[in-house]
């Protein structure tokens, strides 16, 4: 397929009421905006400080309304969207979230509703890891993947589905040139592979150990991180009383937030930082792995870009292996 | 896909006011159908709530066995409790559930049964309570060790005396009053090699201040860890293993793995008790 073929696929889509949603550069930023025609639309290699989280997970849903003693559970909308160019990294984030929320009703029909199309340029930091990753797209949750590859001035690309949804939308486009690849399940048959399964052990052992006490001085629990986390999906359930109706809502939670802990009478058990920064650590390389057999973090470093103290997770990790 | 967050409508039947800060709701499912095939085992908690209060998790604490109608004791601490406080018969409120993996009464076959309850402790380890007295043939002996702030905050005080007599209670309180009789002071003061059976196992609920001291001295009574039983409290909102409120650091959910747990599973847990 090559890019004006792309871009007509992508008008094609447009026309047939789905809301295109893609990584657009607006100054500096680089954020997921909804696209109004094929021409608005090119791979990105960037990453987006937000990522598609906000879309299957908003930060505020509304999940029932009681009015007039009647209680109405919201059923979300069936608006079809479209998520163009997601890295890999995300789409191994949307992979794990759609593990964990598999019962929920909420999330799997936006998911239903949406065709997932990835990309294969990345940030120049990650092409090394993503070459080792190529194979794993038949563990990944996707509808269309693009392979960009070069052809002269023009790009074009090899065309991947990873769904019936994903095929049925370019035979109806009418582009046949597409190699499906068969979604096997998350789980690698080697598991979750030794880089990860040497971190639960280095995390779990790093416990109680200096690099926390540091961690516990220098991070502020603003929980940015966990904002930008593509795979932080905590939530806590709210109600929230409007003029003539009374709303309850599921918000995102950080475990960042002293609160986050606190039981009746006001003890709480995550009661200092160092204590919730390890949580946190340890819910993505021990926790995660354990119940999910797949990592809890994707290696995006969006927590470090964000994080306004300098915590790098990267050096971090690096320090908790040599360390432990 | 079944939305596992919307309340079901249930009655408020009867109140019972127990203690200055503590009332006993009965509460009655409003739908036929779900009424007759709602079931709960003992162990297990629902999520309770009231529209512009939220939601909380409560212990049942009526036996299992009674299948018209359910009980909930409820102290006066929050915002939605102090709603609660403010309903009368007749009003409803909302619940889900029941959550939690529930007390797999086979542990406790042929043995000798110890209840240690602090404060409010006692109100969910009444399921068991109260299923013996109804049905003295399912349990052995039951020892209930129980300690509150001062006599007037106990609660169930009207029960004690129609308990069968396999069911002994031995009472503390931190503050006693002119009527009082028995122990003043903590509830390990009364866990002594004299007191208490052979060949038992043991169920705590309180606040972890507690546990700490009575699990020292079970071991010492020369239980085993695997035969002592620790209900955790923890914040939670969705009851079903995502919302990570109530994760422990083991890997373990309190609403989907407990709120019961051996004191062998989460003895090595950080800030597990």
Redesign the interface.
């Known amino acids: 397929m090559n890019d004006k073929q792309l871009q007509n696929f992508i008008s094609y889509l447009i026309k047939n009421n789905h809301n295109v949603y893609s990584h657009r550069e607006i100054g500096d930023e680089i954020t997921i905006k909804k696209i109004e025609t094929g021409k608005d639309f090119y791979l990105c290699p960037k990453r987006p400080l937000f990522s598609f989280k906000k879309l299957f997970l908003p930060p505020c849903q509304k999940m029932m309304v009681f009015k007039n003693n009647i209680t109405t559970l919201n059923k979300s909308q069936n608006i079809k969207i479209v998520l163009l160019g997601l890295h890999f990294y995300d789409m191994k984030a949307l992979t794990l979230i759609n593990r964990v929320y598999r019962k929920d009703p909420h999330f799997q029909k936006k998911l239903r509703n949406a065709i997932i199309i990835g990309q294969s340029p990345v940030p120049a930091e990650m092409e090394d890891y993503q070459k080792f990753e190529k194979e794993v797209l038949e563990h990944l949750k996707f509808d269309i993947f693009l392979e960009a590859k070069s052809h002269g001035a023009q790009e074009s690309f090899r065309i991947f589905t990873g769904s019936e949804d994903g095929q049925r939308l370019l035979d109806d486009f009418g582009y046949k040139d597409y190699e499906n690849i068969e979604y096997v399940g998350p789980v690698p048959k080697k598991g979750l592979g030794p880089v990860n399964s040497m971190l639960i052990e280095k995390v779990r052992k790093s416990r109680g150990s200096k690099i926390w006490k540091e961690l516990d001085k220098k991070c502020i629990n603003c929980g940015k991180c966990s904002i930008v986390c593509p795979t932080c999906f905590c939530f806590k359930i709210k109600d929230e009383i409007k003029k003539d109706e009374i709303l309850r809502t599921r918000e995102w939670d950080s475990c960042f937030y002293e609160e986050f802990s606190e039981i009746a009478g006001g003890h709480k058990f995550l009661d200092t930082t160092e204590k919730r920064i390890y949580n946190w650590y340890d819910h993505k390389f021990v926790r995660i792995p354990e119940e999910y057999t797949m990592p809890g973090c994707v290696s995006c470093g969006r927590c470090t870009e964000v994080c306004p103290a300098g915590i790098d997770i990267r050096k971090n990790l690096k320090r908790i292996i040599e360390e432990n | 896909?079944?939305?596992?967050?919307?309340?079901i409508?249930a009655k408020i039947v009867n109140i019972e006011e127990l203690s200055p800060i503590n009332k006993l709701f009965t509460l009655q499912i409003k739908d036929n159908q779900i009424r007759n095939t709602f079931k709960f085992k003992h162990g297990q908690f629902f999520i309770l709530?009231v529209?512009?209060?939220?939601?909380?998790p409560f212990g049942f604490c009526s036996s299992p066995t009674i299948k018209e109608t359910f009980q909930v004791s409820v102290?006066k601490?929050?915002s939605l409790?102090s709603k609660l406080f403010e309903l009368k018969k007749g009003c409803?409120v909302?619940i889900r559930g029941p959550y939690g993996n529930g007390f797999d009464q086979k542990k406790i076959k042929n043995k000798n049964l110890i209840l240690v309850a602090g404060g409010c402790g006692l109100s969910p380890l009444r399921t068991i309570i109260q299923d013996a007295n109804l049905h003295p043939e399912k349990f052995k002996n039951i020892q209930i060790f129980y300690g509150c702030r001062n006599p007037e905050l106990l609660a169930f005080k009207k029960d004690y005396n129609k308990w069968n007599k396999n069911i002994e209670i031995n009472l503390t309180v931190d503050t006693a009053d002119e009527t009082w009789k028995n122990n003043v002071g903590v509830v390990t003061d009364l866990l002594t090699s004299e007191k208490i059976k052979k060949d038992c196992v043991a169920i705590l609920v309180g606040p972890?201040v507690m546990y700490k001291f009575v699990i020292q001295k079970l071991v010492e009574l020369g239980l085993s860890d695997e035969d002592i039983y620790v209900s955790l409290?923890?914040?939670m909102?969705?009851g079903?293993g995502?919302?990570?409120?109530c994760?422990l650091?083991n890997?373990n959910y309190v609403c989907t793995d407990g709120p019961l747990f051996s004191y062998a599973e989460i003895k090595d847990t950080?800030?597990g008790i």
Do not use: L
Not at chain 2, 51 to 56: K, Y
């Open positions: 896909m079944k939305n596992p967050y919307g309340p409508q709530s529209p512009g209060f939220g939601e909380a102290d601490r929050g409790t409803e909302g972890p409290e923890r914040r909102h969705c079903i995502i919302c990570q409120h994760a650091v890997g950080p800030e």
